[in-house]
């Protein structure tokens, strides 16, 4: 017998009562007048920062501005022209070490809680943690208020890969101080873009 | 009762200032947790539907044990069964020698925690790092985690800069700031991920209907440890597997708030397979008695947890005796309740660190029982021959005393006479009641007597 077959036997012999499925369809779950505005107030308060960009404007420009000093740009987004890595022809994903801005685009953005999904849309999915700085573009029109809502809308792709992403790496480890920085990355900012 | 955790606790508490910052520290996460809890009008809601939710998965996770492997195979991983640790550590062992993996990189994991995988595997040359902050630590201080989600909370900066200083980490010595050392440690670790040949995840959730490992940090270390390493490992309790993403909505809005006070982790991550660059992905899916536990009338929904750390921070006795004063290694309530089902010989000195005040079970975000399970542990510790004899003589003595309404009467009359003993008699060790307090004055006129003249 395998090791599945004899786990399973011994669970069946042993479980007793089985309960059923509650309904899930009664949360109350909190909405917002203007999630937009909420999504803001908690991405600052998880500490990252948003910028909405007005149509026409040139996000490189800006993200020049943003980080004058960063060398090492690395995005595999169409509209960024300031890169000098891209994570889908990078050799191994390590060599994506160094990077000072990594460029991704999140799909919504949740009210509750400033999380972002990141669908995997890149060979190397390092580039979204191993960026000192992190920015994400994001449409203004896509936040939905809960995670509730969120779970209905996550997508996959081929890369069978997706995190939730809500502020900058963090930490409180070391005698409970809050430092922001811990493993990956030290900064996000979340440009809202026009539609 | 016994008086192990006591004893144990007593090495906590000759640092009083310590002993101090550690129950305000808890308190205060506690207070965060409330914060969180009040701002949303359907907490209480969310706690009932996450304690139905998980009710309902583990007394069927047969059928969810099963989808979820079907459906983690169909999406490229490879899935294991392990009946106990030790078959898990020779899993874990016999991929990565497969693998030619002489480092690997993980993420917390309560589970190799409770395998004792990292000692098999170093014993087997072959390095493991642990890469949460605080995990790391206490790796390098040779120590084991006093709390599941805050596993170094027992050291404060000085003590972190002196072994970064000691390990080589930081360079400049005396700077103890944790901003400073958080970035030193940073730097450490991202060596550590670059070179490393494995990374292995825990797994907060397994997502039956889509076969993904839900894994939560705040840090993003799960995902630095499966971005660069060639190979990903994933491990995860039979009991974490949910059904579907609506009952994981519950349980990602729950699980931050009720531990830390954070209105979620930093980064929920599903993975689904492994990297284009990369080896398949590896789940192992472990028993280690939980296939047993189910059966227990009185303590199977203990397998409801989904370690938040929430019941600990909470607990009046935790906060005041720190990790290391319980003899499982999860600490608190849940850890009094799994170090029972573990092996009740070795873990019942446990079950007296509990005033039962059910705080634990008024914070858990799936409504577990625990203070009322250990009051029902306790119940039983005479028949595994761990309750203390000076207490069961006490004991024995109340119960001839309280029974017999003569003999109580005759006690109470005389009992103001103990007021008039010496002080430095009275509080001297002989007497345990006496031991971090003054003895009790007793009344001039015991209460029956007192309610009659009231009466009159």
């Known amino acids: 017998m395998s090791s599945k077959e004899e786990i399973l036997k011994k669970y069946r012999a042993n479980v007793r009562e089985r309960y ?176 | 009762m016994s008086t192990q955790h006591s004893k144990a606790a007593k090495e906590f508490l000759k640092n009083p200032n310590y002993a101090k910052w550690h129950d305000a520290t808890f308190w205060a996460v506690r207070t965060k947790r409330d914060n969180m809890a009040q701002g949303l009008e359907e907490w209480e809601q969310l706690r009932e539907k996450a304690s139905a939710i998980k009710r309902h998965t583990i007394t069927h996770l ?73 995990e790391r630590i206490i790796q390098l201080k040779g120590q084991k985690p006093s709390h599941i989600v805050m596993p170094a909370i027992h050291l404060n900066h000085d003590d972190v800069g002196e072994l970064f200083e000691e390990k080589g980490i930081s360079t400049e010595k005396g700077n103890h700031d944790p901003t400073y050392l958080t970035y030193r440690a940073r730097l450490s670790l991202r060596n550590e991920f670059l070179t490393a040949d494995a990374g292995m995840t825990g797994a907060n959730f397994g997502i039956a209907k889509t076969g ?49 006070g954070q209105p979620t982790t930093t980064y929920t991550s599903h993975f689904r397979k492994a990297r284009p660059t990369a080896h398949h992905m590896h789940i192992i899916l472990v028993d280690n008695g939980r296939s047993e536990w189910i059966g227990n009338p009185d303590h199977w929904e203990v397998l409801k947890c989904i370690r938040c750390g929430s019941c600990m921070n909470t607990c009046p006795v935790y906060r005041r005796s720190g990790g290391y004063s319980y003899s499982y290694f999860i600490p608190g309530p849940v850890g009094i309740n799994l170090g029972m089902l573990r092996d009740t010989q070795a873990h019942s000195g446990n079950v007296s660190a509990c005033t039962l005040c059910l705080s634990c079970q008024t914070v858990c975000p799936v409504k577990i029982d625990l203070g009322d399970q250990i009051y029902k542990w306790r119940q039983q510790l005479d028949d595994f021959g761990t309750a203390n004899p000076q207490k069961k003589l006490m004991c024995a003595g109340m ?58």
């Open chain 2, 399 to 456: 119960n001839m005393l309280f029974g017999s309404p003569t003999m109580y009467k005759m006690a109470t009359a005389v009992s103001p006479l103990a007021n008039i003993i010496p002080s430095f008699i009275m509080n001297m060790k002989l007497n345990p009641w006496a031991e971090g307090h003054e003895m009790m004055k007793f009344p001039k006129k015991p209460f029956h007597e007192m309610i009659k003249d009231y009466e009159q």
């Open chain 2, 212 to 260: 993904d490992i839900v894994v939560c940090t705040n840090e993003g270390n799960a995902d630095m440890s499966t971005s660069c390493p060639k190979l990903h490992i994933a491990a995860i309790g039979l009991e974490k597997v949910i059904p579907d993403y609506d009952c994981l909505a519950v349980f990602q809005r729950m699980l931050c708030r009720a531990g830390t």
């Open chain 2, 62 to 134: 047969d059928e969810y044990l099963n989808q979820f492997a079907t459906n983690a195979e169909k999406n490229g991983a490879i899935v294991h069964w392990a009946k106990d640790a030790h078959e898990f550590n020779e899993i874990v062992y016999g991929i990565l020698k497969n693998h030619d993996v002489k480092k690997m990189v993980k993420s917390k994991s309560m589970l190799t925690e409770e395998c004792e995988m990292n000692p098999y595997l170093e014993a087997r040359g072959i390095e493991v790092v642990e890469t949460d902050l605080g």
């Open chain 1, 20 to 195: 059923d499925m509650p309904d899930l369809s009664d949360i109350q779950a909190v909405t917002y007048p203007e999630p937009l505005v909420q999504f803001v107030k908690m991405s600052e308060m998880v500490g990252g920062q948003v910028i909405e960009i007005d149509p026409g404007r040139d996000i490189n420009t800006l993200i020049r501005q943003l980080f004058p000093d960063a060398k090492e740009i690395a995005s595999n987004l169409p509209e960024i022209t300031i890169a000098t890595r891209n994570p889908d022809t990078i050799g191994r994903a390590r060599d994506l070490n160094g990077t000072d801005i990594g460029i991704i685009r999140g799909s919504f953005g949740v009210a509750e809680n400033a999380c972002v999904w990141v669908p995997q849309t890149m060979k190397e999915k390092a580039v979204c943690f191993i960026s000192e700085n992190l920015i994400i573009l994001l449409p203004k029109s896509q936040i939905v208020n809960n995670m509730h809502e969120a779970y209905r809308r996550i997508e996959f792709n081929d890369y069978g890969y997706g995190t939730f992403i809500s502020g900058p790496s963090k930490t409180a480890d070391i005698a409970q101080v809050l430092v922001m920085g811990a493993q990956a990355a030290r900064s996000v900012t979340i440009l809202l873009m026009p539609e």
